[in-house]
């Protein structure tokens, strides 16, 4: 598969990723781990919007279902040691170059979050990275994962009023990972932490009780569901352990996920994920921090699972794949080298 790479903007330790309907046209969205903006563009790659240029410390941005424009987002969580002031807030457009920005919830630590929909409901899915921080390298405090249901207005939440949220899991060492699956037409949560890889099935109905299922009892930083090999069960793509470096797939085998594939080589500070279908075959792709920093792409072919660089040395956060005009296109937040590239991808 060829790549063909474009860099976009600079943005200093860029790291989030994410999609936008806004005035009636895909955009997308790209903030920085730091200090630093949050850039709105169209499907070309054009720079079309400051959203904001601080606090910064962005982990997700998340559309709020049916809107134009309006996302939610984490604010100041700047790194696992910096993050006690961690928030997620409700950003709405107003006009160009101006957003407005209040508060959904205060919630140290957060990291990961999503609006999942079941039945016509909308559930807020929030992963806190730890419970509580003291010192520099402080894990004394597992994180939790928490829930609400979203109501459709969210005009009446800010600094004084903001939404409560209950905890659905908690002892959660290292909750690092999310990755949002559809499975069997429901959309859930992936989530990956020390203590393994789970998925997280919102209720029927608002009086219900989420479902929990252990996919992995092994440490992982990141995971998606994906059916590489066409066989109707999804693999399960692993990173591990925390912010680690070993890549592998795992197949359910006499109802237990087994590893059937490693990738051969040292991936230091694996971080970036997808899952999905790449130029019309279901691939994985895969960045990682540190050492070789490259951009991988996993796939299942004559029979066995293969591995390619689609680029070197770049160092990716996150990454978010669309396709416009029939070709497959990847924004990739490359904090290392601090590049928004755009690959356009080829069979």
Partial sequence: MKAEKKVIAALNKCYSIAPLTYQGAPHFLVAAEKVDRCILFDEDGNEVDTVWTE???????????????????????????????????IVTPV?????????LAELPHVHRFDILERNGVRYLIACALKSGHEYKDDWSSPGKVYAAVLPEDLS???????????????????????????????ETAVISAENGVFQFIPPASPEGEWEIRTLLDTPASDAVLVDLDGDGEKELAVLAPFHGGHINIYKKQEGRYESVYAYEKPAEFTHAIYGGMVCGRPGVIIGHRKGDRDLLLFTYEEGAYRSQVLDHDCGPANVYKY??????????????????????LEP
């Fill in 55 to 89: 606090p910064g410390g962005v982990m997700t941005m998340v559309q709020v279902p049916g809107s134009d424009g309006q996302f939610l987002a984490t604010h100041k969580f700047y790194s696992p040691n910096d993050s006690k002031e961690a928030k997620i807030v």
């Fill in 156 to 186: 009446v939440f800010d600094e004084e009023h903001p939404l409560k949220l209950q905890v659905i899991r908690d002892n959660m060492l290292k909750n690092h990972g999310y990755y949002r699956v559809e499975d069997e037409g429901v």
């Fill in 95 to 103: 006009s160009k170059g101006n957003w407005q920005v209040r508060t």
């Fill in 323 to 344: 396709t416009k005009g029939g070709k497959d296109i990847l924004i990739s937040a490359n904090r290392e080298t601090d590049e928004i590239a755009m690959y356009i």
